[in-house]
């Protein structure tokens, strides 16, 4: 119900369109990832964004189920691609520094990766979409994203860490100490948004942020897909309160983190099918949801224009 | 991930499509409405038919949106419908009888509506559909349901009666009273689902029920919409268990009926967006994360084929 109302109060008419869809998925490294916070090496962020340029990845299948076009933007994966048709290559870094010891990237790379987002939430609205997601790929990403989210909530980190692509309970262990260490290391310098994508957040987080703004900006309802999309949401919301007005909460994911920005963001999402996938993957599954709600707001007849009668008053025939 | 394994052991290959979908909408009436027990004049029934004919409801607006061919079966409409193109036209009565006072329909009128289900399942799966959805259409239509509901599961009237389209406080308690007589009355006549579509169901209900055993018989994966329709689902696995395999929960209705037949069923639905509109839009709905979920099961590349390196052993880099 709130997307039918919503796509109205976005696009100004009661006959607006949702039909070219397009879901954009931002890549990066993490310098976090020598605390040993992944059960899988740094290089699978590369190899999977090759794999997605070749067509084979979950987010490629289910983006060709739903009719959705696909965009990868390069923000700084740590393996050097090569230049690659469909690739947008927008590499600020080789990935993040450890943001145990240092912060994770300069206010530069930070601007620089918004902008990114920015960037890609126009050129979309420029191509003619109506309807955007986003996701991410990026090893190690649900650190950041876990230190965000106790940045923005609150919350201790045991609360919003979890096992991310598959840690086990030492791994799970070592995440929630990584957390706190970087919480106390930087608690100086968490007071706004952009203040925290410096010193705990990643390139792809930052540039997802842009991505949200841009999508307000540019009056485009846009489906956040799982936890670390949904961080970088919060933290465009934390900037400019009104972007909460464009958002869509796709799935629900099994990270404990995203509930409670979920909750912070005053989102129920339209799935909850227990995945904890990423890339984009949620956002693709319920686009046609939307799609289907915004056919049904804007072509449904009434009960009067089909000549049905009413309700027999009062209550119950 | 249900769904997945499903469609390979349904279709007994690992190359699988579901690209070709159709849902059918069986519309009858209700004697039982001469008790009070709907918000909308039985005359609705037979409007709501020519308003999918014409392709003002919302399930034409759903089935548009995911490519779903419509088809709609008059199996017992109290208004006599002309003959009209697209409508199937097997209507074995102008509706059941009151069951508060008599069996809704005699054997061969029950015999006759699970006929045309299976009719229609065959015919989906001869002019090559390879997912199919029911659903329905029938003013008065949840009062049936909850006695059957009832009878199936044992539960007092109480617990399964909700206000279907709108019934207020009279209404429901109206309801609740109806079926708690219909029970009383019928109570040695529901040994068996045959029976107790004879005593107290419906010939839309009947037909939705051969309409599984025909999906079932005809190896094809099924999506059931809300309550009326899972209520038919149910008598169909209570007839032949194994029907169970085909069967797919689109979504969880507001009915508070639903929930214990999915209960029975083991089956935890796709959505739950509070909806309890009926017309098999519940099925339209969830039909394209079933074939999503198809697409990504026989075409996703493994992390061996797509070059990606595999978890660093054991746990956690």
Redo the contacts between chains.
């Keep these: 119900m709130c997307a039918f109302v919503a796509g109205a109060g976005i696009f100004r008419t009661l006959s607006f369109s949702l039909e070219r869809v397009r879901i954009v998925v931002f890549a990066a490294d993490h310098g976090v990832?020598a605390e040993?916070?992944?059960?899988?090496?740094q290089?699978?962020t590369g190899?999977?964004v090759?794999?997605f340029l070749?067509g084979?990845?979950?987010i490629?299948?289910?983006a060709?189920?739903?009719g959705i076009d696909l965009q990868v933007v390069d923000v700084g994966v740590a393996t050097s691609l090569p230049p690659l048709e469909n690739l947008v290559q927008r590499r600020i870094a080789p990935g993040t520094r450890n943001f145990c010891i240092e912060p994770a990237m300069t206010a530069d790379e930070m601007l620089s990766a918004v902008h990114v987002g920015i960037e890609m939430a126009e050129q979309a609205a420029a191509d003619g979409y109506d309807l955007l997601g986003f996701g991410e790929i990026g090893i190690g990403n649900t650190t950041p994203a876990s230190a965000l989210t106790a940045a923005l909530t609150g919350l201790p980190a045991v609360a919003v860490v979890g096992r991310g692509a598959?840690?086990?309970d030492?791994?799970l262990a070592?995440k929630i100490s990584v957390v706190e260490r970087a919480l106390a290391l930087h608690s100086q310098s968490l007071k706004d948004p952009l203040e925290m994508l410096i010193h705990i957040g990643g390139l792809e987080i930052a540039a997802m942020t842009g991505f949200c703004l841009g999508c307000a900006a540019n009056r485009r309802p846009v489906l956040m897909d799982g936890f670390i999309a949904t961080c970088a949401a919060a933290l465009a919301v934390r900037m400019h309160s009104s972007v909460q007005d464009y958002l869509f909460a796709s799935h629900g994911s099994v990270e404990p983190g995203h509930r409670h920005l979920l909750a912070l963001l005053g989102q129920r999402p339209?799935?909850?099918?227990e995945m904890r996938l990423g890339e984009g993957t949620g956002a693709?599954?319920s686009m046609?949801?939307v799609?289907?709600a915004?056919?049904?707001f804007t072509?449904?007849?009434t009960f009067s224009?089909?000549?049905?009668?009413?309700?027999?008053t009062?209550?119950?025939?």
């Design positions: 990832c040993g916070v992944s059960a899988y090496p290089s699978v190899q999977m090759l794999n070749g084979g990845a979950a490629n299948c289910l060709q189920a739903g598959g840690a086990d030492t791994c070592r339209l799935l909850d099918l693709a599954l046609k949801l799609q289907a915004a056919v049904a072509r449904m007849s224009s089909a000549g049905v009668s009413g309700r027999t009062p209550g119950c025939a």
